[in-house]
Structure formats: C-alpha cells, structure tokens
Nanobody
Framework: VQLQASGGGLVQIGDSLRLSCAASSRIFSSAVMAWFRQAPGREREFVALTRWSRASTDYADSVKGRFTISRDTAKNTVYLQMNSLKPEDTAVYYC???????????????WGQGTLVTVSS
C-alpha cells in the first residue's frame, strides 16, 4: 500500500487547510488511519486518528476543536481539515496506516511522504 499525502501550503494565522491522503489500494476495514506531524528540530508527534470501518476518532489536545479527521471509503482517502491555524501548527504532516488504535508512530507500518504546512505570522 502506498499513501500519497497532499494539500499542504503556506497560509496565514487563522486560515484553514485540508490535507488529503490517498491510498493506492483498498484499505481494509480494520485499519487505523492517522496523521502525525514533525516540526523542524522536533520529534514526530501524533495529531489525529480514525478507524477505517467506523467514524471513531482521537485527537491530540493541541488540535482538538480545530482539526477534523475524516475518511471517504469510496475514494480510499483520509482527510485532515485544519481550521484556525496557528504558527505552532507549522510542520511536515504525514499520514499513516496501522492496525492498532494507537497514538504511537511505531504502531504504523505504512507512511505517506509528508506534506509541508507553514503558518505565517
């Protein structure tokens, strides 16, 4: 399975952006899809995750209420809608696929290439 992330860009404080992550093949129902991010000089951190078979979700506290993860099973695509963006949201965003319901990056065995989000102050 290959994951292709897209949708990043340069935005200003308070703007919105939607990231997409398209899978090259059908995602099986028990899969967990997640978004992580990595800012310069920092470790990769969890952002959000969802189970493919149903709409259960989990969010990092830093994005809760501002970001929304969703999926389109017909398109094999997971999205991350980001609203009210802040400079501290600046990072490379990665989508990932795993099996375990986990916030740990080590639990995910398929990763997209990353898409850069820059929030300008």
């Amino acid at each position: 399975v290959q994951l292709q992330a897209s949708g990043g860009g340069l935005v200003q404080i308070g703007d919105s952006l939607r990231l997409s992550c398209a899978a090259s093949s059908r995602i099986f129902s028990s899969a967990v899809m997640a978004w992580f991010r990595q800012a310069p000089g920092r470790e990769r951190e969890f952002v959000a995750l969802t189970r493919w078979s149903r709409a259960s979700t989990d969010y990092a506290d830093s994005v809760k209420g501002r970001f929304t993860i969703s999926r389109d099973t017909a398109k094999n695509t997971v999205y991350l809608q980001m609203n009210s963006l802040k400079p501290e949201d600046t990072a490379v965003y990665y989508c990932a696929r795993g099996i375990q319901w986990s916030r740990q990056s080590a639990e995910y065995n398929y990763w997209g290439q990353g898409t850069l989000v820059t929030v300008s102050s």
